[in-house]
């Protein structure tokens, strides 16, 4: 019984390693991308799957040998994908910057669940945070109304409900005006790309404001991955310090995220300091950070942190940032091949846009 047991826990390790090395397969499919985000999940599952098959007796000399080779193998490529989201690695910002109110910019994140009810705590959030700027993702019609009050906080508000993507309504409340703002859809998409240049007292700052569709259900992630290089190609081609921000339906561990900093020459806060989890409040194992906010030089930050639950399965998150030049930033450089893969994306999902036309 005891070898028999040993065996499944052998099999399960075997297919346990293939999951965590799938993904260095360059593709869009669906359910390769998906196995990006639960390497915290695959590491654990691993270290478990192989005590198990050791203390149960082995499945034999040679196979077991293979298997701890392909068991080490897996769990370094976790720590290198892993590694810059853990506290010993180091910090993009180390952050503690402090500065006079009127050079401060907060900006807060929340997806609200669009089958959330508790509008109640989520404008208690806004007003207990009182940011600078407040994203609201997974809007509809029902949370259009229900957030009415804040406009009583906030005199400037742009919005989107798409007709069909009813998942992907975004609200952006502001205590500052904008110079421009634009609900951009690229390549056709049914999710909005928000595009403003923001009016603070300390100086303008380009926004975006992001919620692409996650790789689910036979449903690729090209369209996610094209707008979240959109977005950071906008931030570097721009002449004004920019910041990104939420639910990016990516770790940030991914290879477009990674991509993403490295092109627009953004800062994760994430990066030394640990994952930050910030999805699923209502899971006990699906884990992950997908609430993003990153920002180029010329905005430094002060804090940035997941707060409490408000009903939904994501938490919030917050970050404090000061119009200031740190020179102890840290950026991740250009890989030589950043640009081409960039715009092969770009392409692959024009193309998408115009097959849908064509039909």
């Known amino acids: 019984?005891?070898?028999?047991?040993?065996?499944?826990?052998?099999?399960?390790?075997?297919?346990?390693?293939?999951?965590?090395?799938?993904?260095?397969?360059?593709?869009?499919?669906?359910?390769?991308?998906?196995?990006?985000?639960?390497?915290?999940?695959?590491?654990?599952?691993?270290?478990?799957?192989?005590?198990?098959?050791?203390?149960?007796?082995?499945?034999?000399?040679?196979?077991?040998?293979?298997?701890?080779?392909?068991?080490?193998?897996?769990?370094?490529?976790?720590?290198?994908?892993?590694?810059?989201?853990?506290?010993?690695?180091?910090?993009?910002?180390?952050?503690?910057?402090?500065?006079?109110?009127?050079?401060?910019?907060?900006?807060?994140v929340a997806n609200v669940q669009r089958s959330n009810r508790q509008a109640e705590e989520v404008i208690a959030l806004a007003r207990a945070q009182d940011p600078d700027l407040f994203f609201v993702l997974e809007t509809n019609e029902w949370w259009d109304e229900a957030l009415a009050p804040l406009d009583a906080d906030y005199a400037h508000h742009e919005q989107d409900i798409p007709s069909d993507a009813t998942y992907y309504g975004m609200h952006v409340f502001s205590r500052h005006p904008f110079a421009s703002t634009e609900m951009k859809f690229p390549f056709g998409a049914d999710t909005p790309l928000f595009d403003g240049t923001l009016e603070h007292p300390a100086g303008q700052v380009r926004v975006f404001g992001i919620h692409p569709r996650p790789p689910h259900y036979f449903q690729p992630s090209t369209l996610r991955d094209a707008t979240m290089l959109e977005a950071a190609i906008g931030a570097r081609d721009g002449t004004l310090p920019a910041l990104i921000a939420g639910d990016f339906n990516a770790a940030p561990w991914e290879r477009t995220s990674r991509r993403v900093l490295r092109l627009g020459q953004l800062i994760d806060p994430r990066a030394g300091r640990g994952p930050m989890i910030s999805f699923d409040a209502n899971s006990w194992w699906m884990k992950w950070p997908l609430d993003q906010i990153l920002w180029q030089q010329g905005l430094a930050m002060a804090d940035f942190t997941v707060l409490p639950g408000i009903g939904s399965d994501h938490y919030p998150v917050r970050a404090d940032l000061c119009f200031t030049v740190n020179t102890d930033q840290r950026f991740v450089p250009i890989h030589e091949d950043d640009d081409a893969e960039a715009q092969a994306t770009l392409e692959k999902a024009r193309n998408m846009r115009d097959a849908a036309f064509d039909g």
Do not use: N
Not at 2 to 28: F, N
Not at 52 to 66: D, E, K, T
Not at 82 to 108: F, H, N, T
């Open 1 to 108: 019984m005891r070898h028999v047991l040993a065996v499944i826990a052998g099999i399960a390790l075997a297919l346990l390693c293939v999951a965590s090395l799938l993904p260095l397969v360059e593709t869009d499919t669906w359910w390769l991308r998906y196995l990006d985000f639960p390497r915290m999940q695959f590491a654990v599952g691993l270290v478990v799957l192989w005590v198990l098959m050791v203390a149960l007796g082995g499945i034999g000399r040679g196979a077991a040998r293979w298997l701890t080779v392909l068991t080490i193998v897996a769990l370094a490529y976790h720590g290198w994908r892993l590694w810059p989201y853990q506290p010993l690695a180091a910090k993009m910002d180390p952050g503690l910057v402090s500065c006079i109110p009127e050079e401060r910019l907060s900006v807060l």
